[in-house]
């Protein structure tokens, strides 16, 4: 069964799931899915009123302008956790349409890509993960929200699962960023029989929350070296920068 496959059957699942088995919220776990009132209102405090453009600090080199939705801290970033590794894939309602409100912002920004909706067709490519968290996970749990996502766009674009691990890579939530930049470096690469797709287009790198922005930076590399014309990036959240060390990432206004 292929990747696309397994996502929309997970997807049918969950929805059986839910109408034999009384749903409780996400977060505190009490009756009402898939997140309850006061949840809601604790992750709305994480979210921005537009999306808005995330800078890593420091760069890493070649990352493509990203725009985020949210801050990827707090509740926002246990309702990410909880639909991609807790088995609540019935956020994926709540989770899409943020990731919708990014990747809009970011295609409206950028000339190539609005361009490219008209003409044609825009790439929009969600970042690969690794074979290891598929295995565990049973399925790919961004390539439905990304879908969701693209659905709302005016114009030619579609999901492009270009993208494709080649080396094994250790997981990032213990790695801090030159580490993590060391750990994602040519780790990713295009499809060989998929680089004519690439080649002379504009592709929109997609992931779930961005830290330090090495997958990102990865990720358009390797679309920049099958030819891309240019690469561009969207995400529901990014981690701000603090005083006295920890997240690494700043938001300057649009």
Request: proline share 7%.
């Amino acid at each position: 069964m292929g990747e696309r496959s397994s996502a929309d059957a997970g997807t049918v699942l969950s929805d059986l799931v839910d109408l034999v088995i009384p749903a409780t919220c996400a977060l505190c776990h009490r009756p009402g899915a898939p997140l309850c009132r006061g949840c809601r209102e604790a992750v709305a405090r994480c979210l921005h009123a537009s999306a808005r453009p995330a800078v890593p600090s420091p760069p890493p080199p070649g990352i493509p302008s990203c725009w985020v939705t949210g801050e990827a801290s707090g509740a926002l970033r246990a309702v990410v956790t909880a639909y991609k590794d807790e088995g609540r894939r019935d956020l994926a309602k709540v989770l899409a349409p943020w990731l919708a409100q990014a990747l809009r912002t970011a295609v409206g920004a950028d000339a190539a890509a609005r361009e490219s909706l008209r003409g044609r067709g825009l790439l929009v490519v969600p970042v690969p993960g690794s074979p290891r968290a598929r295995r565990r996970r049973g399925d790919v749990p961004l390539r439905p929200l990304v879908s969701a996502a693209v659905a709302t766009l005016a114009g030619r674009a579609c999901v492009a699962d270009v993208l494709v691990a080649t080396r094994t890579t250790l997981d990032q939530s213990t790695l801090d960023a030159v580490e993590r930049a060391a750990n994602q470096a040519g780790a990713t690469t295009v499809r060989s029989r998929q680089r004519g797709a690439v080649e002379g287009g504009v592709c929109v790198v997609v992931d779930d929350l961005v830290t330090t922005g090495a997958t990102l930076a990865e990720a358009a590399r390797a679309l920049r070296e099958a030819g891309a014309r240019s690469v561009l990036a969207a995400a529901i959240g990014a981690t701000t920068r603090r005083s006295g060390g920890g997240p690494t990432l700043r938001h300057p206004r649009p």
